[in-house]
């Protein structure tokens, strides 16, 4: 999909954000979640562990949302993605780049749940990467004055 515009907002910074999201499942099922913004793509950290990993695997059709509300300035924007989710080998480049974003840079800092996931070999514990390229990607800023 590459880079995003929409003449509301600069869709690829908003989604540079530290922003959770929600990620729709056949069944209906809905879950927040940290992801990355990459390349194009929604990149979302899973593994067998997860309810996620098998609801993808048995349907890969998802839809996610990022937005954000702010009543004090009156900002109401989000971003609606559709399409077929991918789940595709962990790298743990792009790993640390998702979690530093929501944690930091300082890994020493990190809870030990997240520190695994770039020191543990991710083929024994299963880590892959549930890739999202939108096939329809809706951005809408849907902002008012505050007066």
Known sequence: MGVVTSDAFDV?????????ARLATNGPTV?????????????VLTGPWTRLFDRVKDDPKVSLVVDECDLASGRVRQVVARGTAELVPFDVPRGRRKLTRYLGA???RWD??????LYEDPARRGTVWLRLTPRSLRALDLSYSVG
């Open 112 to 117: 030990d749940r997240f520190v695994r996931y």
């Open 106 to 108: 300082d890994e020493t």
């Open 31 to 43: 879950r927040p979640l940290w992801f990355l913004w990459e390349d194009g793509a929604f990149w």
């Open 12 to 20: 690829d910074a908003f989604l540079a954000q530290p922003l959770t």
